[in-house]
């Protein structure tokens, strides 16, 4: 699933696709439900003649700027791709809306296990209001997630996954940020000491930035897999530290990682690296 450094590398993608403040002249949907906020047919009647002017991101959250005064918002989930073609191009397996630009260039969003979202709205803040503080952003000083982490009794890992709590985090960069501060994953949050909820803090940020530098982890080589606009993979899996390693070697002690459950989630951690604290 796409995480803030997978989104991030769309979004900076898009803000050099040159179909930015071009009109849009048609759009196909043959999944209906990809939409929301509008039936199939108001959202295109509401988008088709207006443009984007701006693309940004909020958490996992594509959000685009209409030329009319809406916000077109997307979540990728599971599956769901970005995929610039060129002209005369046609349908591919799995694309479920395809939006087609005055300069001929169409933007197709592809998504084989159909989760994805697309939300127009007048009111953004209503899908976006309730999200945490943006990890690389201003409003997340160390001072906060220290009063937030204290304040909270839940395993560190659920909470770091609560969009609410921060935004952005999926269960890759969580597992890469624990491992990286040397807390357990499951170990109650009020519970880390100080200096550790330091190392969190930073760790959290470290990994972030690396997986944008390194464009993103793409993980298989399935259909379903992480790529860019151009359909390249990220090249974040080689400087991941401990995520699927289980039964390898940790690069810090040399033990082996295990592997275990939070909230549902396959998690990985060093056993000597990352003691619980009781
Ligand atoms: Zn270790």
Redesign the pocket.
Known sequence: MPELPEVETIIRDLKKAPFQNKEIVDISITWARAVRGYSAKEFKNELIGNSIQDFGRRAKYLVFSISNGKTLILHLRMTGKLILHDQGDSLEKHDRVVYYFENGLQLHYNDTRKFGRFYLTDEPQEILGKLGPEPLGENFTLEQFRKDLSKRSRMIKSLLLDQSFIAGLGNIYTDEALWEAGIHPKQSSELIPEEKQGKLYQAIKNVLQRGIKNKGTTLGSGLGNFARMNQERGRNSDSLQVYQRDGEK?Y????KIKKTKVSQRSTHF?P??QKKIK
């Open positions: 940790c810090r002690c040399g033990s060093c000597r690296c």
